[in-house]
C-alpha cells in the first residue's frame, strides 16, 4: 500500500521517496487509565499539527506523516512525552504568514515582570493544544502555558556546561530558522510604527471611565492590524 503524507504542503509518498513514515498514534484503552488519557492528548496533538480539517476519524487508520516533519527524522515513544518529536513540528505548512497579534490591548508599565504580563494579558487563551510559544530566557511561564496544552521553547543555552549535548545543537539550530522570524515581525510594527518606540503621556496608558481599553492599547492593535494587512514578511518560495 503506499503511504502519503498528510501533512498539507508535504508531497512525499512512499513509492517513490525514501522516507520513513508514522501512524497517527492511537489511543490505547487496554492500558490503563493514565495511558489512554496520554494518548489521547498525543493523538490530539497529532492532529492539531496536520490540521486538516477533512481528516475523518474513519481515516486516522491510514493517517500517516512522513520522517521530514520530526527534528529526529522519527516519532518518540509515547512516555517520552519531553521529547520535540512527541508529535510532528517541522515544515507544518501553516502559520508562516505570521500574523501578529497584539497580546492585549492592555497597556503596562516597563517594570512589569515577562511572567505577570503573560499571565495577566489574555495572551494563554489564544493558544491550542500543542502550540509551541517562543520565549527568551527568564520568561517563566512553563507552568501556565502547559495548563493550555501547549509548550514554551527557549533557546539552549551552555551557561555551566562546558558545550551543549549535540542534541542541543541540531534542535537549536532548527529553531532558530524559525525563532529569527518572530523577532522580525516584532521590530517590523516597532519600526513601521514609531510612536510605539516613544515614552508617552500617562494619560494614553490609563483606562478612561466606561472604556475597557486605554487609548495607546488600541493604537497598538491598530499597528498590529495595519502590519498583518502588508505582504509577509516570510517568502513562501
Ligand atoms: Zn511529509
Partial sequence: MVNFCAMMVCSNRSDRDKKSFFRLPTIITSQGEQTKQLSEKRQQAWLTAISQKDLTEKSYPHTRVCQDHFISGHASKLYDTNNPDWAPSLLLGYGTSSPTTPASQKTWGGRVSDKHLTENCGFLNNLLPGDVVFANHGFKIKSSVGLMCAEVNIPAFSKGRKQLSAV??????????????????????RQKYTTLQDTVLIDFVTTQEGETDSLMGKIGLICCALCNLGTSLISFD
Fill in 168 to 189: 542541543d545543537v541540531e534542535k537549536t539550530r532548527k529553531i532558530a530558522s524559525v525563532r529569527i522570524h518572530v523577532e522580525r515581525v516584532i521590530g517590523n510594527v
